[in-house]
């Protein structure tokens, strides 16, 4: 049976990390930030976890919202025109971060790490 890798060695992060700083193919991105970042064994793990944190954010005011709903405008109106569902996306997973995460809540700039993360997903996708 193939079972998929969900951690990698040192040798292999080490090699990931030259690889990266020679560049790496758009095709590979996604996937490579899955395993070497330990995301995929935490999704593994933690199945429903963001479904279950959406649906908790929808009965439990956010602080941060009001603030989030006036950065994510002012992120890249051109990528936001391109991919009109990355809006909600983003308001989605920045209103979830600030409650799963609240002794950080919600900080100015978060806007652009989600905004890039959901390109890289949506170029591996498409």
């Known amino acids: 049976m193939n079972k998929e890798k969900l951690e990698i060695t040192r040798e292999e992060k080490a090699i990931l990390d030259y690889l990266i700083i020679l560049g790496t193919p758009s095709?590979?991105?996604?996937?490579?930030?899955?395993?070497?970042?330990?995301?995929?064994?935490?999704?593994?793990?933690n199945k429903n976890y963001y479904k279950n944190l959406l649906e908790l954010s929808r009965n439990i005011p956010c602080f941060y919202e009001k603030q989030i709903l006036k950065d994510i405008p002012r992120t890249n109106m051109e990528i936001l025109e391109k991919n009109p569902s990355f809006e909600q996306k983003m308001r989605n997973i920045l209103v979830c971060y600030s409650i799963r995460n609240n002794s950080i809540g919600y900080c100015q700039g978060f806007n652009f790490i989600v905004l890039r993360i959901l390109e890289i997903i949506e170029n591996e996708v498409n």
């Open 27 to 45: 095709y590979f991105r996604a996937k490579l930030w899955l395993l070497s970042s330990g995301a995929k064994k935490e999704i593994i793990n």
